[in-house]
């Protein structure tokens, strides 16, 4: 079988080499993009903070029922250990800040320090792994009513504010342990369900909060904050206080870096056209990259069309230092190891096929006016042989090639997941 995968990739190489691409080079820099895999997936997004708690508060819900979802740390390392192992190259976990470690104890969350997270950072050093952390503002009493930096209450909003700034503090912990930056997401779900008559009172609000938030500066080589807006939520359909152009005014006014999620926009629009529109005016961007089916309903992550564009932006950015990849999605009605690795390599596959492309040539095309040879090269490079190039990739790195995967998620299936009793939380 490997003879076979090398003997394919070997042709494909020198198709490849007739338009001016080195594989091997552009190997090397796929193995060197990190994907910043979000743990929330493995638990259905409800952490650890309130053992047996029902959740409430912030228009977040995993659907499906499917059994083996992690019920503690322990677990949740144990599932994100076994999607690494079955993903190439190195990659960075995503925490929310109620995935701390709180020993069975309920910690308010304006009361979370770093020693919460030691647990992680020593497993990330052990498994020589980074980490991102994203403040947890839904799933609380204090996000009933659906509003929280945004809150007219000015004891709900100083709560989040102090949960904010804690979930800060930890990042730059993080980072300095980890020797290197820890990404600390600020997302949102203030809203409401129907038409409001103060937008701009709630907004004022959400400012003056992140504001006071971000009085407190961290060394860049520690933690670096970016922030989050939305279309709508379940809750907030009609308004949503942090929306895509409140938070990008916010980042180009403040310097700070942007978020992206794919799945937070109208159906029709590009994230991917997005990235050249706002990189020369923020100095970061985070993408949070999702499937949304008619609205955001983070489906696992596959290879579509609008992935493979999202790749090729990136790429033709020339600016890939400055973006940060991430998954955002949450599907419970699948093997979540599963929906991991569908996921992460999606991603991969997406920008090696990005990669690939002579983007020299093509854009000679375009810059002589030569539109029809510019499109039919697009049309020529779908059908090159791309595949055994991903397969040699995952061989390179120790990972199953193609579909033979799935047999190793399904052994831990039938081993580890079908025997933790899906009736307990």
């Known amino acids: 079988m490997n003879n076979e995968i090398k003997k394919a990739y070997e042709i494909a190489k020198r198709r490849y080499e007739d338009l001016g691409i080195n594989?091997?080079?552009i190997l090397k820099r796929l193995k060197e993009i990190p994907i910043s895999i979000h743990a929330w997936q493995?638990?259905?997004?409800?952490?650890?903070?309130?053992?047996?708690?029902?959740?409430?508060?912030?228009?977040?819900?995993?659907?499906?029922?499917?059994?083996?979802k992690a019920r503690n740390i322990q677990e949740l390392q144990k599932d994100l250990g076994k999607a690494l192992s079955l993903i190439p190259g190195s990659h960075r976990v995503n925490l929310h800040s109620f995935h701390g470690d709180f020993g069975g104890k309920f910690i308010e969350r304006n009361q979370y320090t770093p020693e919460y997270f030691q647990y992680w950072i020593d497993w990330a050093k052990e498994k020589e792994l980074k980490l991102d952390l994203n403040s947890t503002l839904f799933?609380?009493?204090?996000?009933?009513?659906?509003?929280?930096?945004?809150s007219k209450s000015k004891e709900i909003r100083q709560f989040w504010i102090e949960h904010v700034c804690r979930c800060r503090e930890i990042s730059a912990e993080i980072g300095k342990q980890l020797k290197k930056p820890c990404i600390h997401n600020i997302w949102i779900p203030d809203g409401l369900k129907d038409?409001?008559?103060?937008?701009?009172g709630y907004r004022e609000l959400l400012k003056d909060s992140l504001d006071e938030?971000?009085?407190?500066?961290?060394?860049?080589?520690?933690?670096?904050?970016?922030i989050e807006g939305k279309l709508f939520g379940i809750g907030s359909e009609s308004f949503v206080v942090g929306s895509y152009d409140f938070y990008l005014s916010y980042a180009i006014a403040n310097q700070v870096m942007l978020t992206l999620d794919t799945g937070h926009f109208h159906p029709t629009e590009s994230v991917g056209d997005k990235i050249s529109a706002i990189l020369p005016f923020i100095p970061e961007l985070m993408l949070h990259i999702s499937r949304g089916v008619r609205w955001d309903s983070d489906h696992v992550v596959i290879l579509s069309n609008d992935l493979i564009q999202l790749a090729e932006e990136i790429v033709r950015s020339k600016a890939m230092d400055r973006i940060h990849l991430g998954l955002d999605y949450f599907d419970a009605s699948i093997n979540r190891i599963g929906a991991w690795v569908i996921g992460t390599r999606a991603v991969q596959k997406s920008l090696l096929y990005a990669l690939l492309q002579p983007w020299e040539t093509l854009r000679e095309y375009e810059e002589n006016g030569q539109y029809f040879q510019r499109l039919a090269f697009l049309e020529e490079l779908k059908t090159l042989p791309f595949g055994p190039v991903w397969d040699?990739?995952?061989?390179?790195?120790?990972?199953p090639?193609?579909?033979s995967w799935i047999k190793e998620i399904e052994k831990y299936e039938n081993d580890v997941l079908r025997k933790r009793n899906k009736f307990k939380d």
Not at 139 to 150: E, I, M, N, R, W
């Open 42 to 68: 493995g638990d259905d997004v409800s952490g650890f903070e309130r053992p047996n708690a029902k959740l409430s508060g912030g228009g977040i819900i995993a659907t499906g029922n499917y059994p083996g």
């Open 195 to 200: 038409i409001p008559v103060d937008r701009m």
């Open 401 to 403: 090639v193609g579909y």
């Open 213 to 226: 938030i971000l009085q407190e500066k961290y060394p860049p080589s520690e933690m670096k904050d970016t």
């Open 139 to 150: 799933s609380h009493p204090k996000a009933d009513d659906g509003f929280t930096l945004s």
């Open 392 to 399: 040699y990739f995952c061989l390179k790195n120790n990972v």
């Open 23 to 25: 594989t091997e080079n």
